[in-house]
């Protein structure tokens, strides 16, 4: 079954597929703890007088506010309110730390630097410098209370603080990735095999990138540069968590607030159950019943807790009800068909 159990289309090829056993990887997530290497995603602190207000005029949520330990979810977008990254924003005290997709290290690094000149705004990539290990799964509070000797609470998400594993200096900040308790866990890169090893030791589990794809999966979370790309305006994918409507102006900001305050947009990423003899790929079409294409999968995977095939897509607003089915297909060739289901699939 795991090979294939994750569309290939969407597999994190940065991170190890599996360790061997998926099943037992996924069960990590679900039941345990579970250890994932994310530490290629890109990595940047920001800091200097003029850091938090030219960033608060660049996002969609309010940094301004912040303050140390606390951290929020935030997009910077383009004007016609597309995204160009979405991003983890942590004030740690001494800096704004700010993490996303390693697929926009280069454009972000390069947007942020048009403000080094204006002074007082430092900017420093430190993707290399700064390893990022994952832990998701239930017992990953009473991990880190073994560990550190302290408290680590889930909530709120984001939160982050400053603390030491095996006498190792680290950032833990709240983070689930796969809808069960998590945090992401900030280490210099020549002490991460330490801590990595730590962590194995309290019985964590090593996880790749397929057993994360499938709980994320039934988290109903989507994954940016898969269910969320620069053909997309934020809301269509949900993240009205990621946007502040009492903040001052950003860029994209008129087409997100008309949206949000006069209706819907055009479409929005839902939950599907699959009844198909194959995992749809990326870009299978949603056919209606009144002959109409209404939409598209961008992510699928089988589900282990409902062994069955989910996805996620998009799909046109009058077609939004729950229970709405719609015939699959590829190329012009039916595929099987799909329903409409509310998210998380799996609690």
Not at 266 to 289: C, F, H, I, N, S
Request: overall charge negative; glycine content about 8%.
């Amino acid at each position: 079954m795991s090979l294939h159990a994750v569309n290939t289309q969407i597999i994190n090829t940065i991170t190890p597929r599996d360790f061997g056993d998926v099943r037992a990887e996924y069960e990590a997530i679900r039941n345990a703890a579970a250890l994932i290497d994310l530490s290629p995603a890109a990595k940047f602190e920001v800091s200097g007088k003029n850091a938090v207000p030219f960033i608060n005029g660049l996002i969609t949520n309010d940094v301004k506010t912040l303050k140390a330990g606390d951290g929020t979810l935030a997009a910077f977008l383009n004007v016609q309110g597309k995204v160009v990254s979405i991003c983890r924003f942590y004030q740690t005290g001494e800096h704004l730390l700010i993490e996303c997709d390693w697929a926009n290290r280069e454009t972000l690094f390069k947007n942020l630097s048009r403000f080094v000149p204006a002074g007082e705004f430092f900017l420093k990539d430190v993707t290399e410098e700064l390893a990022l290990l994952s832990l998701q799964g239930p017992i990953a509070s009473e991990l880190f209370l073994a560990l550190t000797e302290q408290p680590v609470e889930a909530e709120p998400e984001y939160r982050n603080f400053q603390t030491k594993i095996d006498g190792i200096n680290v950032l833990i900040a709240s983070h689930s990735r796969a809808g069960v308790t998590g945090f992401d866990i900030f280490v210099p890169v020549a002490a991460k095999a330490s801590v990595q090893q730590a962590l194995l030791g309290r019985c964590a589990k090593l996880v790749g990138s397929e057993a994360l794809e499938i709980a994320r999966l039934e988290a109903g979370i989507p994954r940016e540069g898969v269910d969320v790309t620069d053909s997309n305006i934020l809301l269509e994918a949900g993240y009205e968590k990621a946007v502040s409507y009492t903040k001052g102006c950003y860029l994209g900001q008129e087409i997100i607030a008309r949206i949000h305050w006069r209706g819907q947009p055009a479409r929005q990423l839902r939950g599907l159950l699959v009844d198909a003899t194959e995992l749809p790929a990326k870009g299978t079409e949603l056919w209606a019943a009144d002959g109409k294409k209404v939409g598209e999968i961008t992510s699928s995977a089988r589900s282990f807790a409902l062994d069955q095939i989910i996805a996620l897509g998009y799909v046109h607003r009058y077609y939004l009800t729950a229970g709405t089915e719609f015939t699959l297909k590829r190329d012009g060739v039916e595929q099987g068909s799909a329903t409409i289901t509310e998210t998380p699939f799996v609690q």
